[in-house]
């Protein structure tokens, strides 16, 4: 329903307080928050775990899109390691010229029109042992991802660092501005601080 159906649903259910803790890259859903809080007034803070940050060894290309990252990849063919999700991986069908290997948690619908394409279906967390097994099995000499943070996806780019490979990494685009925290114990901690008037009124 967007903003004005959870703006609707805010006012149904009197919720106290909203937590946007999509995934970083969910930008519409977080807008669509800020929104429907805006309209009803209800208080909203948001939990974005810290974007992962360049270190010694690795060899990034930053680019601001999926789109743009197909560019980056060059004319010359590549084997591509894809942890983008299955959304956008229909943008490399502008360079079939590669072969790739697509990691998704359920498969890329319609299945991409390419020459070259392995599907893998894989739920993380995944162990940088395990990456480095991956990377090594299917020659990849690039990895395309998504500037995600944390630890359960972290493994493929410590791997990349290890093996020198070069990591195309898709930026966060500029969050919406509200309250925001880094982790789920500050999240809780802001939760409680918030509603335990609240309880403590008997309410």
Not at 92 to 106: L, N
Not at 129 to 139: K, P, Q, S, T
Request: charged share 20%.
């Amino acid at each position: 329903g967007g903003a004005e159906g959870l703006a609707v649903f805010l006012e149904l259910e009197t919720v106290a307080l909203l937590v946007d803790a999509t995934h970083p890259f969910a930008a519409r859903i977080s807008h669509n928050a800020a929104t429907a809080a805006a309209a009803t007034g209800t208080p909203l803070f948001a939990l974005r775990r810290p974007a992962w940050e360049a270190e010694s060894g690795d060899r990034w290309t930053r680019v601001a899109s999926v789109a743009e990252a197909v560019s980056t990849l060059g004319a010359a063919p590549r084997r591509v390691f894809l942890a983008i999700g299955r959304q956008e991986a229909f943008h490399f069908e502008k360079a079939p010229q590669h072969s790739y290997v697509v990691r998704s948690v359920d498969p890329v619908t319609p299945p991409l029109n390419l020459p070259d394409a392995t599907a893998i279906l894989a739920h993380g967390p995944f162990a940088e042992a395990d990456e480095l097994e991956l990377l090594g099995e299917h020659a990849i000499d690039v990895v395309v991802a998504k500037n995600s943070g944390g630890t359960a996806t972290y493994g493929k780019i410590a791997a990349a660092r290890k093996l020198g490979l070069e990591v195309v990494m898709v930026e966060r685009h500029k969050p919406v501005d509200v309250p925001t925290v880094c982790d789920c114990d500050e999240a809780l901690e802001r939760i409680h601080q918030w509603l335990s008037p609240v309880k403590d009124r008997g309410v």
